[in-house]
């Protein structure tokens, strides 16, 4: 049961750091983006042509993952995206929806369609012996990554002028503006790290999640249901949201495998029709 | 005394700490000709939107001819004989003025979730239809977009649409707002030609207008009825005079 | 004016609102010709009828209600199992009651899913529709005992329609069957959409606070077009395992509720014919460009996808103005001639 939880566990903090990029997307311009999978799909390949192919350290390749996909992001950010925040958001889903097929088609024509695997150091693999709990090395290292992320995040938000910025536009795009904050700076800024995030938690999880050219696909649901539970006011909520789902997950398949991933649906419609804003968040929907 | 056709006991509404409705007990008689005015942010619109159920109120009582509608949703209490126009107008732009009040003569009569039916297929539904697209001059604009029409038709159709519903009570949100001079003598002898058991409960900055039309005025100042009375009363009331010109001079 | 004539005017615009014109009774009579005169195109034109069907159904709930489904599929799914499970077992044999079985069978799962998509905002319908969609092809993935998971339900067999038409392998009864289909629910969504309900539901998309306050129930409305245009995908879905004896669980996949959308983008929302000229449109180009790269036609759905919304879709309209003026004729929502100005 512990190997549960503790599964879980991981598995909740990658997709916090999978999905935080989203979140703060989400809450900032208003703006559904369907496409996210991609930037993390875009890490995970970076690290098994880095690693793989070119021989390099896996510890060297996860940065390098991380400032692909921002790069990637803020390019595409400012010659795509930033053309499309005031249309309808039906248009906008249609365009992400664009973007991932695009991504999908892309990948598999370069890449191939098969999964693939990233070679891990040695040191990584197996488990450790923590009071007589076995704990999988790879899942343990995931841990402290991603708890250091959010704690790093959660410092930025909080003790930076930049994260008051990014909080006050936030809260209110207009009125951030009108105190001179530059808006869409700090938005393309947000957007790049957050796909540098996506794609460093696409990196760590080739081998927890596994990982082919439908990744954006697959993972979508996930993504939006940690945003649509958590709420996209605070890095708390989709954090509790992430860890909720990553175990109710893990603990579904392996308790009901008949029901599988019915249960995180089912979470999510609940938590929709009981409070469309998110569990997690205050105050009134946008 | 004469029973009131609407009437609110102890209203309050609160937005967090904001007080925008605060403790109003408003009677608005039978077939009456009762003005709502007060300075800009005196609550007045949130008012209308708490007795149209728009809004939930906080605490307090609505009753419409002594039946309580506080709890009832918006479409039921239209049902029941309450209707309002906004000051901004809310009109469909994609529809035209003919469709418009078509919906909203179908909707009163209960023809409105007929789904085998064609659109205009009822004959005395096309006689009203027609009567109250030639009270308010919409007939030459009746076949357009309403999206595309001037302002002022505009401003005709969202009264029209009110009245379209056969309201017992009719509560106008500054009808004449935005209207321009030449085109405001229409409005006003639309206000004055509504038939007379329909109760109105009109809010007019235009002070014309208000003495025009009403025959008791109600003063809403910081969300609270300030004072009530005859249109007599209130012109010489000093304290009303004072609000208005406190506004003034801040502004 | 007089009285008189100004009801006689009123009449004749209402009653305009509604009447066939030339373009529409020329768009039925050559989709009645291709089953003469196209036998060789069977095949697609089967194809094209089911997704126009498809199309025609979430017309009713985006182009007239303002609802955005990025699940449809949910509905298409269940009436195709729905329609196969009634065939592999035994329970209803004759192809059109059993169409109809699935139908109602879609329109119960379209009517208790309603409810979800009447809260929240644009972005939440989104995530529910899909949401709804992926748990039932979870549900029909996990329970391979009744649906054949992954691999499908086999065994489909198809009694002939009506007991006297047999489902030739040229596909031509299947044609003429979907065809009949989409026609008589063709003329059902048009006496609907014309009439006041479907008046409100216009108002409501347009201005959903005045709506209310003009005294229509608004979720009313809502969860009965929503369930109606359920039970229209569910027809369709099970159109096609009818019409290809499987069902399968791409019925319920993502790509299907997003080429919908493609769909009724290229043709135009809110006049019923986008999705019949939608689904046209998209399976010729869907079958040119296969011909071409067979696995990556999925990037160029993309980036089309993409091209339109960056140039705007209503910069596109105005490129294809001449058709539009045409099809505009097809639209009885274009504005008539103005009532002449009453004399003094």
């Known amino acids: 049961m512990l190997t549960i939880l503790f599964d879980g566990i991981a598995y909740g903090m990658l997709l916090f750091v999978l999905a935080c990029g989203l979140a703060v997307t989400l809450g900032l311009m208003n703006f559904v983006n369907l496409a996210h999978g991609a930037?993390?799909?875009?890490?995970?390949?970076?690290?098994?042509?880095?690693?793989?192919?070119?021989?390099?350290?896996?510890?060297?390749?996860?940065p390098l993952a991380f400032l692909f996909s921002a790069v990637l992001g803020f390019v595409l950010e400012r010659t795509l995206y930033v053309h499309v925040y005031r249309k309808p958001h039906l248009d906008q889903v249609l365009f992400t929806i664009g973007l991932v097929f695009m991504s999908v088609a892309g990948v598999d024509y370069v890449m191939g369609s098969g999964q693939v695997f990233a070679r891990l150091p040695s040191w990584l693999e197996g488990q450790i012996n923590v009071f007589g709990v076995g704990l999988g090395r790879y899942r343990l290292l995931i841990i402290v990554i991603c708890g250091l992320l959010t704690i790093g995040l959660q410092l930025i938000?909080?003790?930076?002028?930049?994260?008051?910025?990014?909080?006050?536009?936030?809260?209110?795009?207009r009125v951030a503006?009108?105190?001179?904050?530059n808006v869409s700076g700090v938005f393309a800024l947000t957007f790049a790290f957050g796909s540098g995030l996506a794609g460093l938690g696409g990196a760590l999880g080739v081998e927890i999640l596994g990982l082919d050219p439908t990744f954006p696909l697959k993972y979508m649901i996930y993504f939006l249901i940690v945003v649509t539970v958590g709420g996209t006011s605070s890095i708390t909520g989709p954090f509790l949201a992430s860890l909720l789902l990553g175990i109710g997950d893990v603990a579904g398949k392996y308790y009901v495998p008949t029901l599988g991933a019915f249960v995180i649906y089912t979470i999510m419609i609940v938590v929709l029709i009981w409070r469309p804003q998110g569990l997690f968040a205050r105050g009134v929907a946008r | 005394m004469t029973q009131a056709a609407l009437e609110t006991i102890g209203l309050e509404k609160k937005f967090g700490g904001l007080t925008a409705t605060s403790d109003v007990s408003l009677k608005v008689a039978k077939g009456a000709r009762h003005a709502l005015i007060g300075p800009n942010g005196a609550g007045k619109t949130t008012l209308i939107n708490l007795l149209t159920g728009v809004l939930r109120p906080t605490s307090g009582r609505i009753l419409l001819d002594q039946r309580d509608i506080t709890a009832l949703a918006q479409h039921r209490r239209v049902k029941l004989g309450i209707a309002r126009t906004f000051q901004i107008n809310q009109l469909f732009g994609d529809l035209t003025p003919l469709e418009t009040i078509s919906l909203a003569v179908s909707e009163r009569i209960g023809a409105g979730k007929d789904w085998w039916r064609l659109v205009g297929s009822r004959a005395q539904l096309m006689d009203e239809v027609a009567g109250i697209l030639e009270s308010f001059r919409l007939t030459d604009v009746m076949d357009e977009r309403t999206a595309i029409l001037p302002y002022g038709k505009q401003?005709?159709?969202?009264?029209?649409?009110?009245?379209?519903?056969?309201?017992?009570?009719?509560?106008?949100?500054?009808?004449?707002?935005?209207v321009p001079e030449d085109e405001r003598h229409m409005i006003l002898s639309?206000?004055?030609?509504?038939?007379?058991?329909?109760?109105?409960?009109?809010?007019?900055?235009?002070?014309?207008?208000?003495?025009?039309?009403?025959?008791?005025?109600?003063?809403?100042?910081?969300?609270?009825?300030?004072?009530?009375?005859?249109?007599?009363?209130?012109a010489r009331d000093a304290r009303v005079k004072e609000v208005y010109l406190g506004e003034a001079t801040d502004a | 004016m007089n009285a008189r004539s100004l009801i006689g005017a009123i009449r004749d615009r209402l009653a305009a609102r509604s009447r066939w014109n030339v373009l529409e009774i020329a768009f039925w009579l050559v989709a009645l010709s291709t089953v003469y005169l196209l036998p060789g195109r069977h095949l697609i034109l089967t194809e094209i009828a089911i997704l126009g069907l498809f199309a025609l159904s979430l017309d009713l709930i985006l182009g007239y209600a303002g609802i955005i489904s990025l699940g449809h599929a949910a509905f298409f799914g269940f009436g195709a199992y729905v329609a196969g499970l009634l065939a592999v077992h035994g329970i209803i044999t004759e192809p059109l009651l059993a169409l109809l079985a699935s139908g109602l069978a879609a329109m119960l799962l379209g009517f208790v899913t309603s409810f979800l998509v009447l809260r929240g905002s644009d972005l939440t319908r989104i995530m529910v529709t899909l949401g709804v969609a992926l748990v039932l092809r979870e549900l029909a993935n996990r329970n391979a005992w009744l649906t054949g998971g992954a691999d499908g339900l086999q065994g489909v067999e198809i009694k002939p329609l009506l007991g006297l038409f047999r489902f030739d392998m040229f596909g031509h009864t299947a044609y003429a069957y979907c065809l009949a289909v989409l026609f008589v629910m063709f003329l059902l969504a048009r006496r609907i959409v014309n009439s006041p309900f479907g008046l409100s539901l216009q108002s409501i998309k347009g201005n959903p606070l005045r709506a209310a306050a003009v005294g229509i129930p608004v979720n009313r409305r809502l969860v009965a077009v929503y369930t109606i245009a359920a039970g229209y995908a569910g027809v369709a879905g099970a159109l096609l395992t009818q019409t290809t004896a499987f069902a399968s669980l791409d019925v319920f996949a993502f790509d299907r509720s997003a080429d919908l959308l493609l769909v009724l983008i290229i043709g135009g929302t809110g006049y019923l014919y986008g999705g019949l000229i939608g689904a046209i449109l998209f399976k010729l180009m869907q079958d040119y460009i296969s011909a071409l790269t067979p696995q990556y036609w999925p990037f160029w759905i993309g980036l089309l996808l993409v091209?339109?919304?960056?140039?705007?879709?209503?910069?596109?309209?105005?490129?294809?103005?001449?058709?539009?003026?045409?099809?505009?004729?097809?639209?009885?929502?274009?504005?008539?001639?103005?009532v002449p100005e009453a004399r003094p």
């Not at chain 1, 930049?162 to 809260?171: E, H, I, T, Y």
């Not at chain 2, 329909?198 to 809403?220: K, T, Y």
């Open chain 2, 155 to 178: 401003r005709l159709l969202e009264i029209a649409v009110a009245v379209a519903s056969k309201p017992r009570v009719l509560l106008l949100d500054e009808p004449a707002a935005g």
């Open chain 2, 190 to 234: 639309i206000v004055a030609a509504l038939p007379a058991d329909v109760s109105v409960l009109l809010i007019e900055h235009d002070m014309e207008l208000v003495f025009q039309f009403a025959q008791r005025i109600s003063v809403l100042v910081n969300g609270a009825l300030f004072v009530e009375g005859t249109p007599d009363e209130i």
């Open chain 1, 39 to 62: 930037f993390a799909m875009a890490g995970g390949y970076c690290l098994v042509v880095l690693v793989n192919r070119l021989g390099f350290p896996f510890f060297a390749a996860l």
């Open chain 1, 177 to 181: 503006r009108g105190l001179g904050i």
């Open chain 3, 307 to 338: 091209v339109i919304v960056m140039v705007g879709r209503e910069r596109i309209t105005s490129w294809t103005a001449p058709i539009r003026a045409l099809t505009a004729r097809l639209d009885w929502r274009a504005p008539r001639t103005p």
């Open chain 1, 157 to 173: 938000l909080s003790r930076t002028r930049f994260g008051s910025r990014l909080r006050a536009s936030v809260d209110d795009a």
